[in-house]
């Protein structure tokens, strides 16, 4: 049986997945302050930041917030802020933050915006509580 070596992780290098500084620089006074604690125990604080990059991390590639990279954290504690960042409507400020920049720089023509979300159809249609077909193909069904 091999020992587990008590080594600690290399600091956390900046990568093309991050958040720019000049995007976090525009959206950071947008975050609520964190919590205080009212005794000194317990985990310190997790960095802002960092935790911004994994939800973004997340919500970019759409895995499971257990299947995180360790490098952002925990993905528990990232899905505890995103929760708590969507109620204080952290997220749609920023849309609407970056929406006005680009709109200043480029030009948002607002008369022709379209949204469309739907991707794959239904794969039965109709009504909830329609009528079931005959000889449905059940045990006990009567019409086969």
Request: include cysteine.
């Amino acid at each position: 049986m091999r020992r587990k070596e008590n080594r600690k992780p290399l600091p956390r290098i900046p990568g093309w997945r991050d958040l720019k500084d000049e995007f976090w620089d525009e959206v950071k006074d947008l975050i609520p302050p964190a919590k205080k604690k009212r005794t000194k125990q317990g985990r310190p604080a997790l960095d802002i930041r960092r935790v911004m990059n994994g939800i973004f991390y997340v919500l970019r590639t759409g895995c499971q917030w257990k299947m995180m990279p360790k490098e952002y954290g925990s993905g528990s504690s990232a899905h505890r802020y995103f929760q708590r960042w969507v109620k204080a409507g952290v997220f749609k400020k920023m849309w609407k933050r970056c929406l006005k920049e680009y709109d200043e720089l480029k030009g948002i023509k607002w008369e022709w915006q379209i949204l469309d979300t739907q991707t794959v159809q239904a794969a039965v249609k109709g009504e909830k509580n329609r009528e079931k077909p005959h000889g449905s193909g059940k045990i006990g069904d009567k019409t086969t």
